[in-house]
């Protein structure tokens, strides 16, 4: 485990970083953790078997996971974001941590997060990724269209973060992925209420996926690459 921070703050401050305040407020954010900690990291993501999004459980990771998630749930890091996404007091808001190993082809729809959500980070820990667009994150103008991208599209290779602001229009989304695509996710809720339903939600789907995931799979194979859903 290292002794030091994992996530700094400040290197949001990077001279490459992406900060835009249209169609809604959003960055991407670059070489944003150290290289010397990618094997831990590797080492210690969980080993999920199923595809999607899951609660954080600190039992499901090893130390390294944990102090990242620490990291990017603590106050400093949450005012700094926040100062940067247009989101006063965003540290005063209850965080949810969601992980991802694996995705089916249905993941990725277009859609702007749910309203009990007041911003979302999504912090990226894939080694390498093929010379594809597939599975690569899109901010969009439009949520009918992958293809109306706002900048671009962002290759989910490790150390890379990507955070917005909730809006009406936070379109995003992806082109449709199958296999091993690792990402934290944090989401800052509206209230504590909304964080116990939609961590219920995540188990109750942990464990649906566990007895049904080839009906999952087969679910999206053939989604249309400008498939939306909302929230």
Sequence with gaps: MHSTVLLDPAR???????????????????GQLPREASADLDRDFPRYGSAGFFPYDPADCGPSINQLIDNVTSPEFAQVLGKHLDIEHLDGYPTLVTLCRLLNKRHGTI??????????????????????????LRFLGKIDDIDSLVAPELVPLYGEIAAFKRCDNSFHGHLPYAGERRVIQVAWLVSEQDKLRKTRRGRFSRGFKKLFGALDRQLGA????NASHSK
């Design 222 to 225: 053939g989604r249309d690459r």
């Design 111 to 136: 859609h702007t997060d749910s309203r009990s959500k007041v911003a979302t980070a999504l912090i990226y820990l894939n080694s390498q990724w093929p010379d594809t667009s597939n599975g690569c």
């Design 12 to 30: 949001l401050e990077r001279a490459d970083t992406t900060i835009q305040k249209e169609p809604f407020p959003f960055l991407v954010a670059h």
